[in-house]
């Protein structure tokens, strides 16, 4: 046999089993795509093409047409830009797009109205914002090959809630024109995924970028949704720019107790420390609660859970957790001296000099500066932006 010949019987080859590949590839396609149009959770046969749900009617002896229902657009009011991070660029994407600079906000119609005796929560544009922030998160639409159910879609999603240490969230374009949390019994014409860019030790990076991507796009053929992926590059720059911010405003403010005399019992400490407000929690730390379901400042004692004494206390403040209107440093600063005067105590700094009022009123004054520089980047102390970010 020649050279020629066992050239051609190579080519042959090569072509036989590309025509085999190209048939199994369409063969994959055609399944794939008959498995969708049969699967046993299909939408709704009772929902328009819009998604809306049609009206229930008896039958009646005159066959009539139903008379379609006008889609209601989403309204868009423009907030002011923030100096710092965003959600990265995507079409369709909501509640804001643009970069680093630019954030759009959902504006709701009306406040919704509470029934008697229940306490009405935030409106559905409120709550979604919430969850997904274009100022601290990265936004990823997803485009939706019809109106889908909340039921249908919440299993696939909370299989990714988290890269690294940051939290995944999800929203939804119901077909009221709203965009709200997904919940069952929702339905849905678009998504929108938002993973936070940075948290109180590191930024998003490439490697959960990349795993984000990757685990996205699954979820995404599970619902059938195509996901719409911002270029690393713009995001990653806008996860450090966060992250620079978080850090440089990461405050923890701390007053001391030194005891006068002997070392207080911890038994007797606990039953003072109840009477001042605070409550205890089972790993031992000591919260003031600001009366409003959230902690204004903390105590430690110092010591192991099993101590039997202590001759010092630590009043912790965390500043940007904590909203400029509950005062919690000077909240802070009476608590430690009102215990001072039952303890037989003295309050002093971390190298056990005594804090003078004047030192004290110093460091407030402080206090208000960095307040005002966290409302000026569009992230308040105490708000649902910095619980995210400081958490």
């Not at 009617?57 to 991070?85: H, K, Y």
């Amino acid at each position: 046999m020649t050279d020629f010949q066992m050239s051609l019987i190579a080519a042959g080859g090569v072509f036989v089993v590309g025509v085999i590949t190209y048939n199994k590839w369409q063969e994959h396609k055609a399944r794939k795509s008959v498995e969708r149009a049969f699967a046993s959770d299909h939408d709704d046969v009772l929902m328009r093409a819009d998604g809306t749900p049609l009206e229930r009617s008896e039958p009646v002896l005159d066959i009539g047409g139903m008379p379609g229902a006008e889609s209601i657009d989403p309204t868009f009011g423009a907030q002011a830009a923030a100096p710092v991070g965003g959600g990265a660029p995507g079409a369709g994407a909501a509640p804001g797009t643009g970069g680093a600079h630019g954030v759009e906000a959902l504006a709701p119609a009306g406040p919704l109205a509470a029934a008697p005796g229940v306490t009405a929560g935030p409106p559905p544009a409120e709550a979604a914002e919430n969850l997904v922030d274009p100022l601290i998160d990265c936004l990823i639409p997803l485009a939706l090959e019809g109106a889908a159910r909340g039921d249908k879609i919440l299993p696939s999603l909370s299989k990714l809630r988290r890269v690294g240490n940051k939290p995944i969230h999800y929203i939804g374009l119901a077909v009221s024109g709203d965009w709200e949390p997904i919940v069952h019994g929702g339905v849905y014409t678009k998504l929108q995924a938002g993973v936070q860019m940075a948290t109180r030790t590191t930024a998003l990076n490439e490697l959960e970028y990349s795993e984000l991507v990757t685990r996205l796009r699954a979820v995404a053929d599970e619902i059938g949704a195509e996901p719409e992926v911002p270029d690393m590059i713009e995001v990653m720059s806008e996860a450090r720019t966060l992250h620079k911010f978080v850090a440089g405003h990461d405050a923890q403010l701390g007053v001391n107790l030194k005891s006068n005399g002997a070392p207080w019992a911890i038994s007797t400490l606990i039953g003072a420390l109840e009477n001042a407000g605070f409550d205890v929690g089972p790993s031992g730390r000591f919260a003031m609660p600001d009366g409003h379901g959230g902690v204004l400042f903390t105590l430690s004692t110092n010591v192991t859970l099993g101590a039997d004494t202590t001759d010092r206390l630590t009043l912790l403040l965390d500043v940007p957790v904590v909203a400029p209107e509950r005062d919690g440093f000077a909240a802070m600063v009476r608590c430690a001296k009102e215990l001072a005067l039952r303890l037989d105590a003295t309050v002093v700094d971390d190298f056990e000099q005594p804090l003078l009022d004047s030192t004290l009123e110093e460091i407030d004054g402080q206090v208000k500066e960095f307040y005002t520089e966290m409302e000026a980047a569009d992230i308040p102390a105490g708000s649902t932006r910095a619980l995210r970010l400081f958490s």
